[in-house]
């Protein structure tokens, strides 16, 4: 079995920046609407130019249509201009940090292959992992004969 | 079989706003990443507070993890606290205006179930439809208990 | 608004095989895997050829990854070789009938753009409404230039 | 950097078994449905009980609505009953083996948090990797209160 390497230094940032962070991405859990898992997610994504945009899951009552945070924050960023991305940080209401599920991180892949991930708990927990720890041996547009830096 | 009224009128809004919806939607287009169907959508939806929020489609090599225009546009709405909508509008790059798919309606149908859809072709063609005549008989919020005005 | 007919006749099959289906599709709920939702739902689909066909909805931690039940009957009439549909019936547990989300009525249009849709409640209620009526002005194949027929 | 363990042994089943599986596995193919990417892919599942159940994956116009071959074979599995897997083969008609997206990650991991994934190429070439080298740390039914064995 691998060990995927969990990090617990946040170097892509500064002490300031990463409290900063923190706030913003447990505060983006007040823009759910999760009436069904009533499970609030917050994620808060720094872009390369060091803008924070946040998001949150958006369920719906055909639980296939539900969006979660990362991808409801990556899709703002894109809409925003935004193509690269510094970091993504995620929050719920459970002390431990949570992961990203399969679906977002197959999302994030496409635009961020090696963003790292940013997980925070609700009482200062936190830990750092590399997408591409996340999702090793990806499927991705290179299987399907697509570069895609022609079409960001 | 039905016959689904295919509206024409733009009552929502006034003449000048129409205009600027329609140059907005056609704009929207510009936001698409779309490398594997290379069929571009623009959204463009209007707040009940008159503010305009674009989105396009999102694709993705898995294409089960592609987001449509509608779902980004209104995902970016309701993160930046948006819960009522005056419209809907869609373009895309064919000269006959495409109406919303089946996910999108369900997705829209949570926030908006009466909400209009303005649909734009490339070379001026309009129509408009509710969302109701979309999605009749809509499986909701309240076929699971919810009252979806809790949470918003 | 428009007005969806909603039928109350079994044209498509006999007494007999009205209540063998009735009862297939009640029993296709014990198929389900709804941890989260706690709302079974049950689909029995009828091909062409006359065979019975049952699916149920599949979740999944990550609610978007959850597949309703119209969604795994079908995909296991096609890969039975199956491509043309007689009829699709669904069930749930509340004693009104149920109709399909918008991301079933999608991935059904692609297989059985007419076909009928049968309704059934936990206690005799039945409704039967064509896909037609449910996803009017759908968004096909056609849109993208594609003629299904050449592919099933 | 995070090293996931390939492996090329086949310690589950034998050498006879392998064999079929293989040509079970590229038969999978053709039950594809796949007119948007034209890129087959096709999945055979060993159950516990050393049944073969084959899937593939079937598009819609609308791409967030398709399903990949690993979902349609494991609901397909589900729904006859089988919710022990010994292993997960996959195939495409590329010479390299491809591996799994995230969505399917995610939903192969409700069922089987550490099924290998057996990764076939068209001519011969082998890889295996286990589920949870593919998807470690991952966000499942324990995040959200919920014991799975509960509901199989
Ligand atoms: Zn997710
Ligand atoms: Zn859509
Ligand atoms: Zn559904
Ligand atoms: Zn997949």
Known sequence: MSTVPIHTDHDEISAEEFDLLQQKVLDARNLSYSPYSKFRVGCTLMTESGEYISGAN?????????????????????????????????????EEPITPCGICRQFIREFGPSVPVYMFGTKGKFQKVYLQDLLPLSFGPENLGIDPEHYK
Chains 1, 2, 3, 4 share one sequence.
Do not use: Q, V
Not at 74 to 92: C, F, T, V
């Open 58 to 94: 958006l369920e719906n009552a055909a639980y296939g249509a539900c969006i979660c945070a990362e991808r409801t924050a990556l899709s703002k960023a894109l809409l925003e201009g935004h193509r690269k991305l510094k970091l993504i940080a995620i929050s719920s209401d459970s």
